[in-house]
């Protein structure tokens, strides 16, 4: 296989798990990054030889011997720096949500269609091996009929009205932060495992803290625990910090989902629960590895992970062996290398998020936004 060569652009959280997604995976050789921040970009591309660093990220996108790109910075950046890299024929990873409108995503699934170029946006969370066991489940019809999906994505790095991230400003982040952050992933998540489509919405949205008080100099993602007082700049706030969804999937399902990021204790618990005619699973993000299957007729049953035990479809997802921990950071590499393979092989059928995925959640999102806005239902458009 072709060595194929990719910059990361972006050093915050994710950037640095986009980095070491990479490192982990054969025929992929990350040689640049670029940040603003240069002496962060340094300091990182030191610490893994990365040969070349920059400040501006179009440097990166002229050089013809590097093939895709990483997108890992701010939200409102994605739509901009995706079409440029997209224009310079590079292949595109970027972070969710791929753009702040419908329109802007749009415009992005369009030129990568024209350009022929993988796209990817990463929805990784879809990754785990459990998740994919409950995939196969429902292929297989072991579920029966999808009655019901409920669930939740609660976080609480948030809860305190001194808790501040660039999320938090509308400008950088867009015009949602709960729903558009975390519960993009639980939509996603939902329709993949199921193969339904939600149909229509109704949404409650809420800003507990309308004031936050945001650091005078800027801090790591979840790092923001150790100030004080005088360390602080008050803040007027217009995104949400928490949504409620009831929706319709397919002809008959029916669920309901919670996004919070102000949820104490609770670190990053995305919960989804899917009920159908025949048995039901339910999956936690904070315990990954186990999956609960119920049934009507007979004992309920929790399995951990064993690739040996799992459906040959999902078994692909594990690398371990059965009693080995599978985790976030396994979820990323394991979407990277179908997105790496892709580039090597034309005919390939994706199997990971596309940028159509991408646009499928913007479009979830206005319709959650405009349902708060009107206090009532919203149909969904079909892709």
């Not at 029966?144 to 660039?166: A, C, F, K, P």
């Not at 952050?181 to 199921?194: C, K, L, N, P, Q």
């Not at 951990?304 to 690398?319: F, G, H, M, N, T």
Request: proline share 4%; aromatic share 8%; hydrophobic share 40%.
């Amino acid at each position: 296989m072709k060595q194929v060569k990719t910059a990361i652009f972006g050093t915050g959280f994710i950037g640095r798990v986009h980095l070491d997604a990479v490192r982990r995976l054969e025929s992929v050789e990350a040689v640049a990054i670029a940040d603003t921040n240069i002496k962060v970009a340094q300091s990182l591309a030191a610490g893994f030889a990365i040969p070349t660093v920059a400040a501006d990220y179009r440097g990166i996108l002229k050089d013809p011997a590097v093939d895709a790109v990483h997108i890992c910075t701010p939200n409102a950046q994605h739509f901009s720096m995706a079409m440029e890299a997209l224009e310079a024929g590079k292949h595109v990873a970027c972070e969710k949500p791929l753009a702040t409108t419908v329109e802007e995503a749009q415009a992005l699934v369009a030129l990568a269609a024209q350009k022929g170029l993988r796209n990817c946006v990463c929805h990784n969370l879809r990754y785990y091996p459990m998740v994919q066991q409950m995939r196969r489940m429902r292929e297989a019809a072991e579920l029966g009929e999808i009655l019901l999906v409920q669930g939740t994505y609660s976080q609480d790095w948030l809860l305190y009205d001194s808790d501040w991230n660039w999320r938090i400003d509308s400008k950088i982040g867009g015009v949602s932060r709960c729903m558009a952050d975390i519960g993009s992933h639980w939509f996603d998540m939902a329709e993949h495992v199921t193969g339904l489509r939600v149909s229509s919405l109704c949404a409650d949205l809420q800003t507990f803290h309308a004031i936050r008080r945001e650091p005078k100099h800027a801090i790591e993602t979840f790092a923001n625990k150790l100030l004080g007082p005088e360390d602080y700049i008050e803040r007027p706030v217009d995104t949400e910090d928490f949504g409620a969804v009831i929706f319709h999937m397919g002809q008959r399902a029916r669920g309901a989902v919670t996004a919070s990021q102000v949820s104490a204790g609770r670190k990053n618990r995305l919960s989804i629960e899917i009920y159908g005619t025949k048995s039901s699973v339910a999956w936690d993000q904070e315990r990954p590895n186990e999956l609960w299957i119920g049934h009507r007729e007979r004992g309920n049953e929790i399995i951990l992970k064993d690739p040996s035990l799992l459906k040959p479809e999902a078994r692909s997802y594990a690398d371990l062996p059965g009693g080995h921990t599978e985790g976030y950071g396994d979820t990323t590499k394991q979407m990277f290398r179908r997105f790496y393979a892709s580039i090597g092989a034309p005919g390939m059928v994706p199997e990971y998020p596309q940028f159509a995925d991408g646009l499928r959640q913007l479009t979830i999102l206005k319709a959650e936004l405009e349902s708060h806005r009107r206090r009532s239902w919203v149909d969904i458009p079909a892709l």
